[in-house]
């Protein structure tokens, strides 16, 4: 009986860790070859879709989206980000710029502060008023007499630093209680304080299945033509399809007060897979029209097309030399 309990508990042990090498094990049997992506947390949606659909004509490449955490970034075949690397980091990477994200100031529902400028919006001081330490801030003619709490990511991370530098200032400059985690663990510090003001990018703010802001998060309008008040016209943040057609019609033109920057996607240029580089390249030829639906503006029409690998990274998924 001993015996059997010990053959029991050997087998119980050895299961715990079987479903991982049986998954590679039955992947190398159909042929498969396996893709890792990590990267910044709000992009996987995207990241998804793009490996749902890239499935229906490359089913035998299983790619999957893992979190990273504090794990080495090289241990990756993909890495889907939203802020520049390095220029030492640069060297060593290949990068398709797909999609870009745009910011915007958003607060609790149920709020005062999100009574008040939900309807009268926010203009450049009234940002610098609310989210920055500014020491150079003169003290505002019509001070903001209702309760607020600032919240901010606690570790560097692209969007604050987009955020930040937009209006001139470093991350370190953002004022509030700071949040570990992602982007997503801000919106839920958020929504749990009924005076709580913070900053998110378009795909965290909207639910993709309904285009509505998602429940509990009200938008607050930005000034986007610099002329220190928010206007009807300004208003039309109801619908997440309406947003990113009004903000791609006003770039270049109006558009003062909402950062925007890139989600892009890197390989190492001497790791990379062909899996990996013919997975980048059927995004760049046909990732661009799922971009609306999740809250991204579309790249640049010229950078993404001149955007290819280069030949060393080529030469070496081929095999060459």
Excluded: C
């Excluded at 079987?18 to 396996?34: H, I």
């Excluded at 020491?135 to 209702?146: A, D, L």
């Excluded at 606690?154 to 470093?170: C, E, K, L, R, T």
């Amino acid at each position: 009986m001993n015996f059997i309990k010990k053959i029991a508990v050997f087998l119980l042990f050895w299961g715990f860790f079987v479903p991982v090498s049986a998954q590679d094990a039955s992947t190398e049997a159909q042929g498969q070859k396996l893709v890792i992506v990590t990267g910044a947390r709000f992009s996987y949606q995207l990241v998804e879709k793009w490996i749902d659909e890239y499935a229906k004509v490359n089913p035998e490449v299983q790619i999957i989206v893992e979190s990273r955490g504090s794990n080495d970034p090289l241990k990756y075949d993909i890495l889907a980000e939203v802020y520049e690397h390095p220029e030492e980091l640069k060297k060593q990477r290949e990068y398709l710029y797909i999609a870009r994200y745009a910011i915007l100031p958003v607060a609790n529902s149920q709020s005062s502060f999100a009574k008040q400028f939900a309807e009268t919006g926010l203009n450049n001081d009234t940002f610098r008023e609310v989210f920055f330490h500014d020491i150079f801030s003169e003290k505002s003619k019509k001070p903001i007499t209702v309760p607020y709490t600032v919240y901010t990511r606690m570790q560097n991370a692209g969007v604050p630093v987009v955020f930040a530098s937009h209006f001139g200032f470093q991350q370190k400059d953002i004022k509030g209680t700071g949040i570990a985690g992602a982007d997503s663990h801000l919106m839920k510090a958020l929504l749990r304080d009924t005076t709580g003001v913070s900053y998110l990018p378009l795909p965290l703010i909207y639910d993709p299945r309904t285009g509505a802001p998602n429940e509990g998060l009200a938008v607050l309008p930005p000034d986007l033509n610099g002329n220190k008040k928010v206007t009807p016209d300004e208003k039309f943040y109801d619908r997440l399809e309406t947003v990113v057609n009004r903000i791609e019609e006003l770039e270049g033109k109006e558009l003062k007060n909402i950062p925007i920057s890139y989600l892009h996607l890197s390989v190492d240029r001497q790791r990379a897979t062909k899996e990996a580089v013919d997975f980048l390249r059927w995004i760049k030829d046909n990732g661009v029209q799922y971009l609306h639906e999740y809250g991204y503006l579309k790249p640049d029409a010229r950078r993404l097309n001149e955007q290819e690998f280069s030949a060393l990274t080529t030469r070496r998924i081929q095999g060459g030399n």
